[in-house]
């Protein structure tokens, strides 16, 4: 059985900053800020949430079929996950725009500036999902608004249940829209930033969330995870990665554990477990695509 994963396909441009952001933005100088980075490392990485995502649940045995478009420079992009074995029917090819690039640059202390051009990902809503019998589960992650939009309610219609994670892209819905999106999910995962956001705007508590689906999950970085089930919360606790290399591409790592775990049934705590465990195994990897399993999944 495979995960449908609706969210972007993009370039990532990552570069290294040797200082701290802290150190050269004043914060009483915000209205005339001018400021430039020397970035001595710079690389290029095949990234976008669905890519990435995709490349986790592949690497530890799950079937991804990411929906997604990429622009006219993405033959490399789907040459690749062809090599990998993931499926690209669901991927398709806009030839009057580029790529979604992520141009990102990390300090010292893994803070990331970020900038993102949108692209051919702004098409992404033509693609259309329709029931099919190998599709277990599905997941509405960071994509262009009219895509998360219809492609939600088409899971619904499909009866396909999914989890929405709408990570950075959840500042593009108001109250109303993100309410309708956790009453179609299955399960829904946000960051401890993005919670807040999600109860401000809902006006629900994460207790109330999590009694409107089976499970919440709210990803705490290095303190690992709180999973909400029927209003009850429980802790999971992170694991210690053997080094800090790069944060790019970690939160994309969890989500690939989570429908692993999902697909074969496991509690929701047992999949933050793994999610937590492979995000870890993530940071300590340059870009998101460039690690390898050092453990068996469950």
């Not at 398709?92 to 992520?102: I, P, R, S």
């Not at 492609?151 to 892209?169: K, N, S, T, W, Y």
């Not at 956001?197 to 990803?219: N, P």
Request: charged letters at 15%; proline letters at 6%; one cysteine or more.
């Amino acid at each position: 059985m495979a995960a449908l994963i609706c969210g972007s396909l993009a370039f990532d441009t990552i570069m290294t900053f040797e200082g701290r952001f802290a150190e050269q933005i004043l914060p009483d100088q915000l209205h005339i800020l001018n400021v430039s980075f020397l970035v001595p490392t710079l690389r290029r990485d095949f990234g976008g949430c669905a890519g990435n995502i995709a490349y986790s649940l592949h690497l530890l045995g799950g079937t991804p079929w990411p929906m997604a478009m990429l622009g006219s420079d993405g033959g490399g992009y789907l040459q690749c996950l062809q090599a990998q074995g993931i499926p690209t029917a669901h991927v398709g090819m806009a030839q009057d725009t580029y790529t979604a690039q992520a141009m990102i640059m990390t300090d010292r202390d893994n803070n990331q500036i970020t900038a993102f051009h949108p692209g051919a990902m702004l098409q992404a809503h033509t693609l259309r999902i329709t029931p099919h019998p190998d599709i277990a589960l599905a997941i509405i992650a960071p994509d262009g608004r009219e895509a998360m939009l219809e492609h939600a309610e088409q899971l619904a219609a499909a009866d396909i249940p999914f989890v929405f994670d709408p990570g950075q892209g959840l500042p593009m819905f108001d109250g109303p829209e993100l309410a309708r999106f956790v009453e179609q999910a299955s399960w829904v995962a946000v960051n401890d930033y993005e919670g807040k956001m999600l109860c401000e705007r809902t006006g629900w508590s994460l207790a109330d969330i999590s009694r409107k689906v089976r499970g919440l999950i709210v990803t705490l970085g290095a303190q690992g995870c709180e999973v909400w089930v029927d209003g009850a919360k429980a802790h999971v606790p992170a694991v210690t990665p053997a080094q800090i290399v790069d944060p790019t591409g970690c939160g994309d790592a969890w989500r690939g554990a989570l429908l692993y775990g999902l697909e074969r049934g496991w509690p929701l705590e047992r999949c933050a477990a793994l999610g937590n465990r492979i995000g870890a195994l993530k940071i300590a990897h340059r870009g998101p695509q460039n690690y390898t399993l050092d453990f068996t999944p469950g």
